[in-house]
């Protein structure tokens, strides 16, 4: 079973929203890279962030990467999504763990920190990719992705991320929901919008009740008739693979490679993004060397 992401718009054409389930996922860069509770919340949202942007904004073959630097102890996170679903990513610092806000949340503010960007950059596949950055608005992800579709999108929107972490650190439920207003909507149709928002439960609420997509898009969009155009799996997949890291050290000097012989009698790659590791032998390495002749 994969997640799922839910499309519609609205029957006026004056909104395209979209809604997620995103706990699988979660829970496999939880596992893949041991996160504790705040770096799991900060990874979490920002993987859940970028399905949302990558599959609202880009076309089938294109990808983005984001990242988000921020002065907090978590550090960088850097994820990479697709139009079809398709998600990856890590954190700098996965073992961080702090004290739960008031209210009883996970800090993620504290964890990312409020100085510092947010900053996407899309492959459209043409000769130069396309970066937008803003400066980090909340540190609470939600808001600073919906701030940078705001400004680097030009399309006002209105973004939710939300991760539930358990007290044994597993992830209970995580997911997200996009809504984009469109040209025809009004003022008072935004602020329909916006009084929902307000009244519903916190989302990893909700997918601990069982909630639907579906269900929680009536919530969401609440007093709006929408048009249901399509569902779609969302799934943590990393593309890394022993003949592409191959390839990156056939870009070192034959010196380093020698060096890998003599002191490792062989070599291993670690990929940052999923945590699969590849061992390269001498016999590999020197193969490698010879190639470049």
């Not at 705040?38 to 970028?50: D, E, P, V």
């Not at 921020?70 to 004290?99: C, E, M, Q, R, T």
């Not at 540190?139 to 701030?147: H, L, N, Q, S, T």
């Not at 709006?224 to 870009?251: H, N, W």
Request: with cysteine.
């Amino acid at each position: 079973m994969t997640d799922t992401l839910t499309k519609a718009v609205s029957k006026d054409g004056k909104f395209r929203a979209y809604v997620m389930n995103a706990t699988k996922t979660v829970q496999e860069a939880q596992q893949r890279h041991d996160t504790w509770r705040n770096s799991s919340a900060a990874l979490g949202r920002t993987l859940i962030g970028s399905i949302l942007v990558a599959t609202s904004t880009l076309k089938e073959d294109e990808v983005l990467t984001t990242r988000i630097q921020g002065d907090g102890p978590v550090g960088a996170i850097v994820v990479d999504a697709n139009a079809k679903g398709d998600v990856k990513g890590y954190i700098s610092n996965p073992h961080v763990s702090l004290k739960a806000r008031e209210d009883g949340h996970i800090d993620v503010k504290a964890a990312v920190g409020t100085n510092g960007t947010l900053s996407i950059t899309k492959d459209l596949r043409l000769k130069e990719p396309f970066t937008g950055q803003v400066p980090l608005v909340s540190g609470e992800i939600g808001m600073d992705f919906a701030y940078y579709m705001a400004k680097s999108e030009q399309i006002p929107s209105a973004l939710g991320v939300s991760v539930f972490v358990e007290p044994n650190e597993e992830v209970g439920a995580a997911g997200g929901f996009l809504v984009q207003t469109l040209p025809g909507a009004t003022d008072k149709d935004i602020e329909k919008i916006e009084n929902n928002l307000k009244v519903i439960p916190n989302l990893s609420t909700l997918l601990n009740e069982n909630l639907s997509n579906k269900d929680i898009m009536e919530k969401v969009m609440n007093g709006i008739d929408m048009k249901y155009l399509q569902d779609m799996p969302v799934q943590f997949k990393c593309d890394c693979s022993k003949e592409r890291f191959a390839k990156s050290l056939a870009t070192l000097s034959k010196d380093e490679l020698n060096s890998m012989i003599k002191e490792n009698h062989g070599a291993e790659a670690v990929c940052k993004f999923c945590g699969n590791k590849y061992q390269y032998s001498e016999a590999e390495l020197e193969k490698i060397i010879a190639e470049k002749d």
